[in-house]
């Protein structure tokens, strides 16, 4: 998902439909009130998106897309040991998904997804962006430091255990409580260790109880 | 209008129930689920005031038992834990990606500002089933099978690895059936990488 900046109309567009699509749900918005609110003709709104489903999309996505990139810098880190990298990755998500903002969001896109026909949409951009995050799983397996497997399988896993704790809880409001940053980066570790010793290397004895989780 | 009676609530799930298999959720409505259960249209919304409401509890119930029976059938005794973990796996899966189940949790989120089904569904499910499978995996940590720690988190980590091929999928509508062998693929792999990460070597 790209906002340029120097598109200013769209990224104004894109911004008033996120605000109005939270507040009241999809169903709710119009384009004619994106539209209203935005000022200018309905064509022009229509020459960006083809759609409020399109709209809604692009809204949804710009809002995992522009924070992800700080998540995943921390992939650059060294992949003779992925420990590192992987906390502050991994605690650095959670702490993302389980804001009250980023809830919202997942509520609307699951509200949606079905019945709109965007849930594929939405998927796709999802895979898209633990494509990074395979990747550096593959990198690592390719240098010995996991074991060899499918990097897309233990993305995916990794990404699940890693959100476990609290997701579906928080989705559910059984919790309301926004997680601080402590447990947030407690649940990360207690994910990624057991990640770690899951994809150890048979070779690589050091991973396997040193990090014990608490 | 009448007090609600327990009786009767559970009388208008069970003819909601034999609506929603006979007709499909689409096709049922209020007006044959009352007619089957006499009384008027205005006692049955008393008592669920939408149809989308009903759905839930009915199979939320029917669910609830079936994973209640899943978990329940976990032999603590055995000495093969991979096998069991591959059984309760398949059966877990089974039930949570029927269509029925993956439209109530599907609701139960979507529905989530509006209804505290959600929170009462998983209050009433899943923090039981947590604290079953943890109970389970605690026996074999003490029998030194496993890494022992926190068998609360284990028992997480367990059952959202079974899910973790399909929970997005199917909350965003991509899958919308999930097969038999589809399921099997997905339990090996989970209990695979989770004897991995929790088995004592």
Known sequence: MQIRKS???RQAIVETAYRLFRAQGFDKTSMAEVTAQVGGSKATVYSYFSSKEELFVECMMAALGNYMPGSLKHLDGSRADPRAPLLNFGSSVLEFICSTEQLEVRRLIIAEAARSGTGKLFFDKITAL???????LAACMALGSLRQADPDLAAEQLGAMLEAEMLEPLLLQVRE?????NETTRAARRAVDAFLRAYAPSSWPALQDTHRSN | MKAKTEARRLAILKAASEVFQEVGFERASMSDIRARIGGSKATLYNYFPSKEKLFFEVMHEAKTHELE?????????????????LHFGQRFLSVLYSPEAMAVRHLAIAESRRSESGKLSFERAVVPLEKQVAEFLRRFMKRGMLRTGDARIAAIHLLTLLESELWLRSLLGVLKSVRTEAIQGAVRRAVEVFLSGYQRR
């Open chain 1, 7 to 9: 598109d200013t109309k």
């Open chain 1, 130 to 136: 633990r494509a990074q995050l395979s990747a550096f």
């Open chain 1, 177 to 181: 409580n926004t997680p601080d940053r």
């Open chain 2, 69 to 85: 029976e899943a978990v329940g059938a976990l032999n603590a005794q055995t000495t093969d834990l991979r096998q069991e973990l």
